[in-house]
């Protein structure tokens, strides 16, 4: 427990289960006595209500970000009850099956493609506008999920990897538009992890072992680190880093040839 987080009021979006990234996120930002608005996926109240109770979870409402109507009701339900707020966090993808293996070419549809793009990139550009509008005038931070597949080719991650690359282009222009205002604005990229959207992803536990043996550290991404980068951003710890991508990722992205290549022979 401690009081990094004391005073601060904001919104958590993402939560699906007690694997889910932003639950990471909301239990150390509430143990650092952060008071969270917690927004689901309507239909997902049985699962995450007992999570919200577990970390005094003071306003629980669902929303879908493809609806305005739901998006309007939502922040309209936390603005209510907390008036202003201090940070926002997203953590929001998604991408149908069929497009999430094999060839990107031969297997991304319009419709697929504009979906990924709709819900995983420019549900951040709605989040972020309406939660920049609830900020006071000291400022505000935000952040959102991305992932490597932005930067780099990886098999399978198909249309999500270019969601992701909107996502992370969108948050440097927010972090200039919002700037001004005090708000920061960043995009915490996390290595592997075993959630419900992982599972999505062909060869999704390829994804952890890979993860693993091509980090530099040799080891699993944590809830902990990405929690605690997070928590760095989201408190005033954060004060002067916006628009940054950061990975929280055991050292994966920084690793050219492995020892397996032959590199060091
Ligand atoms: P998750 O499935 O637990 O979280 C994804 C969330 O998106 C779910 O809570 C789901 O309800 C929500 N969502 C989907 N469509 C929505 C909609 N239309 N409206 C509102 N909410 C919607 O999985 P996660 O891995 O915790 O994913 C969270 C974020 O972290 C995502 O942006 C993901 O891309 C990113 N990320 C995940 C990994 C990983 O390996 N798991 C790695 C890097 C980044």
């Known amino acids: 427990k401690g009081e990094l987080m004391k005073g601060k009021r904001g919104i958590v979006t993402g939560v699906a289960n007690h694997q889910s990234i932003a639950w990471g996120i909301a239990s150390q930002l509430a143990a650092q006595g952060a008071e969270i608005a917690l927004l689901h996926l309507p239909g997902m109240e049985r699962r995450v209500q007992p999570l919200a109770d577990s970390i005094g979870v003071k306003v629980l409402a ?48 319009r419709e697929g493609f504009l979906r990924a793009l709709n819900i995983s990139a420019f549900s951040f550009v709605d ?81 952890l072992a890979k993860g693993r043996s091509l980090s530099a550290m040799k080891a699993d991404t944590s809830m902990e680190g990405v929690a605690g980068c997070a928590l760095w951003l989201l408190s005033d710890l954060g004060k002067s880093t916006t628009g940054e991508l950061i990975h929280v990722d055991a050292g994966f992205h920084i690793m050219g040839f492995t020892e397996d290549d032959g590199a060091e022979g």
């Open 62 to 109: 669902p929303v879908d970000v493809t609806d305005d109507a739901s998006m309007d009701a939502a922040f309209a339900t936390v603005k209510q009850a907390f008036g202003q707020i201090d940070f926002f966090v997203h953590a929001i993808a998604f991408a149908n099956k069929d497009e999430l293996k094999g060839s990107f070419v031969e297997n991304t549809t």
């Open 127 to 207: 989040c972020a506008r309406r939660a920049a509008e609830m900020m006071p005038e000291a400022g505000g931070s935000i952040i959102t999920l991305t992932y490597m597949g932005s930067e780099r080719a990886i098999p399978n991650y198909n249309t999500m990897g270019v969601a992701k690359a909107a996502l992370e282009a969108a948050t440097r222009y927010a972090a200039r538009d919002l700037g001004p205002k005090g708000i920061r604005v960043n995009a915490v990229s996390p290595g592997a992890m075993r959630t419900l959207s992982l599972a999505g992803i062909s060869g999704g536990r390829g994804m």
